[in-house]
């Protein structure tokens, strides 16, 4: 059964940094697509960044320039390097998966900014 999930969450002042990490175990497989997505309170689940095999990635606008998706070398391992982060940026931060037979969602991080 696979398995995601995230870490590296936390609280950090406006203008920091977090890296948070993604893990699927759990299969051989290697997921086509990997994705951060973030709910802030009373909002909608939105894309924040995506990675794709063998490496392309799509970012959100509102991240563009902050933050960066990449692969780990572990298998089905990656991060997100969060930079300049801004108040609005506070969320749960939910990594996704998807493999040719089916896709899989973690519990999700927290992710606080203060101003």
């Known amino acids: 059964q696979v398995r995601v999930v995230e870490s590296g969450g936390g609280l950090v002042q406006a203008g920091g940094s977090l890296r948070l990490s993604c893990a699927a175990s759990?299969?051989?497989?290697?997921?086509?697509?990997i994705g951060w997505y973030r709910q802030a309170p009373g909002k909608q689940r939105e894309l924040v960044a995506l990675?794709?095999?063998?490496?392309?990635?799509t970012y959100a606008d509102s991240v563009k320039g902050r933050f960066t998706i990449s692969r780990a070398n572990a298998k089905n391992t990656v991060y997100l390097q969060m930079n300049s982060l801004e108040p609005e940026d506070t969320a749960v931060y939910y990594c996704?998966?998807?493999?040719?037979?089916?896709?899989?969602w973690g519990q999700g991080t927290q992710v606080t900014v203060s101003s």
């Open positions: 759990g299969t051989t497989f290697s997921a086509n697509v």
């Open positions: 996704h998966a998807a493999f040719f037979n089916g896709d899989y």
């Open positions: 990675i794709r095999r063998p490496d392309s990635t």
